[in-house]
């Protein structure tokens, strides 16, 4: 593939993902993501041929790591600190984009995950990856039951992040930094 044809891709993920991530699976639709991404209908079968469940899968898997590279990146003193770090950086992430871009896995796990085996896959393999990264920070900070701190600690964010999304406030968040910090 060429310059230009990783380009149009990209445009392609990038555009997906931001639909996927602020409207969900139903609510976004091939023409929206040529709509937003400017690329032609061709590219997007060319670079996709499994249509949209591979566009989604693949715009999942780019979104996902970035919030991996959050998890891999945040910097602290101890685990308490690193996941009060994550509530921040996650929650200012929410609100600079005016309350749209939470999770880039939540909504699409709420809608179609229980109906589409495929994207359900894509959905499992992104949290996995951020439970283990989140395990292996925690462990790194000596934490002595970093799986199990990981996996609650993942389910804070994202029930705190939702909210949050919700309520357009970010008091959910400081409520699970605070619960966070109680149970570490």
Not at 23 to 37: D, M
Not at 158 to 178: N, S, V, Y
Request: glycine residues 10%.
């Amino acid at each position: 593939m060429g310059k230009k044809g990783a380009e149009t891709k990209s445009r392609l993920l990038a555009a997906t993902g931001s639909l996927m991530e602020s409207r969900g699976y139903f609510g976004t639709g091939l023409n929206q993501i040529l709509e937003v991404s400017g690329a032609p209908r061709g590219s997007l079968y060319f670079h996709f041929p499994g249509g949209k469940d591979q566009i989604v899968a693949e715009s999942l898997e780019q979104a996902g790591a970035e919030i991996a590279a959050i998890i891999d990146t945040a910097e602290a003193a101890d685990a308490r600190e690193y996941l009060t770090r994550l509530v921040t950086v996650l929650g200012d992430r929410l609100e600079s984009s005016d309350w749209t871009k939470g999770c880039p896995v939540a909504g699409v796990a709420l809608d179609a995950a229980s109906s589409n085996d495929a994207v359900r896959q894509a959905c499992s393999a992104v949290y996995r990856r951020w439970e283990e990264g989140l395990r292996r920070r925690l462990d790194e900070y000596g934490h002595p039951e970093p799986e199990r701190l990981a996996t609650a600690a993942l389910a804070l964010l994202e029930g705190g992040l939702i909210l949050a999304r919700a309520h357009r406030d970010r008091q959910p968040l400081l409520g699970i930094a605070a619960t966070i910090r109680s149970l570490v």
